[in-house]
């Protein structure tokens, strides 16, 4: 567990509802506040309030993060559909923002996944061949025009809301670390 003075930057995706500037949790009900700081507190206590103060050793609490970009593709292969909505059959609320955050307070720092205390949104990004075709029922060719242009919207209108710039994907990294300390992506970004 550290307790930096310099924040660490994360990469992480969020779930949007098309016509609505917010940034929703994958997991959790939460959603990020505009333009102020997330602080965590533990959503999976049995205790109200929880006993501890989130994130913790032994509990899943905490905002959750990638240490690099490439890691939210690894867990949402089918981004920018959203697997588990897709499968309840409400395909207009199955899209996902992509972005970077800044963390600080209380990190647990994985290869993989960092858990913070406190975060904020730095930017959004796009990856490129957003909409290519992918073999599997979130095929994100299949995404209606309509959507496509209603999540752009959406993602202008949370971009203006949250005071946050869209980067492109190649230099989402670059971006982030103007701003605190990458972990894994560092040496990625220094080749
Ligand atoms: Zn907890």
């Given at each position: 567990?550290?307790?930096?003075?310099?924040?660490?930057?994360?990469?992480?995706?969020?779930?949007?509802?098309?016509?609505?500037?917010?940034?929703?949790?994958m997991?959790?009900?939460?959603?990020?506040?505009?333009?102020?700081?997330?602080e965590?507190?533990?959503?999976?206590?049995?205790?109200?309030?929880?006993?501890h103060?989130?994130?913790?050793?032994?509990?899943?609490?905490?905002?959750?993060?990638?240490?690099?970009?490439?890691?939210?593709?690894?867990?949402?292969?089918?981004?920018?559909?959203?697997?588990?909505?897709?499968?309840?059959?409400?395909?207009?609320?199955?899209?996902?923002?992509?972005?970077?955050?800044?963390?600080?307070?209380v990190?647990?720092?994985?290869?993989?996944?960092?858990?913070?205390?406190?975060?904020?949104?730095?930017?959004?990004?796009?990856?490129?061949?957003?909409?290519?075709?992918?073999?599997?029922?979130?095929?994100?060719?299949?995404?209606?025009?309509?959507?496509?242009?209603?999540?752009?919207?959406?993602?202008?209108?949370?971009?203006?809301?949250?005071?946050?710039?869209?980067?492109?994907?190649?230099?989402?990294?670059?971006?982030?670390?103007?701003?605190?300390?990458?972990?894994?992506?560092?040496?990625?970004?220094?080749?």
């Amino acid at each position: 567990m550290d307790e930096r003075p310099t924040p660490i930057v994360g990469f992480r995706c969020w779930v949007l509802e098309l016509g609505k500037p917010v940034l929703k949790s994958m997991a959790m009900r939460f959603e990020w506040p505009a333009g102020e700081i997330a602080e965590a507190t533990c959503m999976y206590s049995p205790h109200d309030p929880p006993r501890h103060q989130a994130p913790d050793e032994g509990c899943r609490c905490g905002l959750h993060a990638r240490t690099t970009p490439q890691g939210c593709g690894e867990e949402y292969p089918y981004y920018p559909v959203h697997g588990y909505w897709a499968y309840r059959s409400a395909p207009t609320s199955g899209l996902m923002a992509m972005g970077a955050v800044l963390m600080w307070g209380v990190t647990l720092r994985g290869r993989r996944v960092i858990r913070a205390q406190y975060a904020r949104v730095l930017c959004l990004t796009e990856k490129p061949d957003l909409w290519a075709p992918r073999s599997g029922s979130n095929d994100p060719s299949r995404v209606s025009a309509e959507n496509v242009a209603r999540r752009q919207q959406t993602l202008d209108e949370i971009c203006a809301l949250y005071a946050v710039p869209m980067i492109p994907f190649a230099s989402v990294a670059r971006y982030a670390s103007e701003f605190g300390d990458l972990t894994e992506g560092g040496s990625e970004l220094a080749a």
